[in-house]
């Protein structure tokens, strides 16, 4: 599916190819919260990198966040980048080396209409902030941290086709 996004001032276009276009993925962590979440959650998306086309790049910014090394608990940069518009703030799109070919797009920042999920992932539960309530209906998942499912293999246990 392609999926086409914008900032909300409209000087950062792109579209990117996704296998994986349901929003099934609602994270807590402090990072993505303060980033990109203002019901106190983010949605991340999965995205093939190699089909990204961006328009505005030049009004690309990126940021970079420091966390805890989870062998020495000494911070250090992550190895995300988190791009968003210098001109509005807008979060768009995380991206990786740890994942090159993988591209995740906030879904705040999508215009194409998207696929509603039969159920929702809550993760790094642990790092919810106090005055966010947790909305998961029955069939949904939550985790303290991370769960074992990728978003393909979630896809993929649910059937779920991609036009």
Same mark, same amino acid.
């Given at each position: 599916?392609? *999926?086409?996004?914008?900032?909300?001032?409209?000087?950062?276009?792109?579209?990117?190819?996704?296998?994986?276009?349901?929003?099934?993925?609602?994270?807590?962590?402090?990072?993505?919260?303060?980033?990109?979440? /203002? /019901?106190?959650?983010?949605? @991340? *998306?999965? /995205?093939?990198?190699?089909?990204?086309?961006? +328009? /505005?790049?030049?009004?690309?910014?990126?940021?970079?966040?420091?966390?805890? +090394?989870? %062998?020495?608990?000494?911070?250090?940069?992550?190895?995300?980048?988190? @791009?968003?518009?210098?001109?509005?703030?807008?979060?768009? !799109?995380?991206?990786?080396?740890? !994942? &090159?070919?993988?591209?995740?797009?906030?879904?705040?920042?999508? $215009?194409?209409?998207? &696929?509603?999920?039969? %159920?929702?992932?809550?993760?790094?539960?642990?790092?919810?902030?106090? !005055?966010?309530?947790?909305?998961? $209906?029955?069939? +949904?998942?939550?985790? +303290?941290?991370?769960? @074992?499912?990728?978003?393909?293999? !979630?896809?993929?246990?649910?059937?779920?086709?991609?036009?």
């Amino acid at each position: 599916m392609l *999926l086409e996004g914008s900032c909300h001032c409209g000087a950062v276009k792109f579209s990117v190819q996704s296998p994986h276009p349901y929003p099934y993925m609602l994270c807590y962590c402090s990072i993505c919260r303060k980033t990109a979440g /203002g /019901g106190g959650y983010a949605i @991340n *998306l999965s /995205g093939d990198y190699n089909t990204m086309k961006v +328009d /505005g790049e030049h009004n690309v910014a990126v940021y970079r966040a420091m966390v805890k +090394d989870r %062998e020495t608990g000494i911070p250090k940069q992550s190895n995300a980048y988190r @791009n968003f518009c210098s001109k509005c703030g807008s979060a768009l !799109w995380v991206w990786s080396p740890t !994942w &090159p070919d993988l591209v995740h797009p906030h879904a705040s920042a999508i $215009d194409s209409a998207l &696929p509603i999920p039969p %159920e929702r992932t809550h993760i790094l539960l642990d790092s919810k902030a106090s !005055w966010t309530e947790l909305h998961a $209906d029955p069939q +949904d998942r939550t985790f +303290d941290k991370y769960p @074992n499912e990728s978003i393909a293999a !979630w896809h993929e246990r649910l059937n779920l086709e991609v036009e």
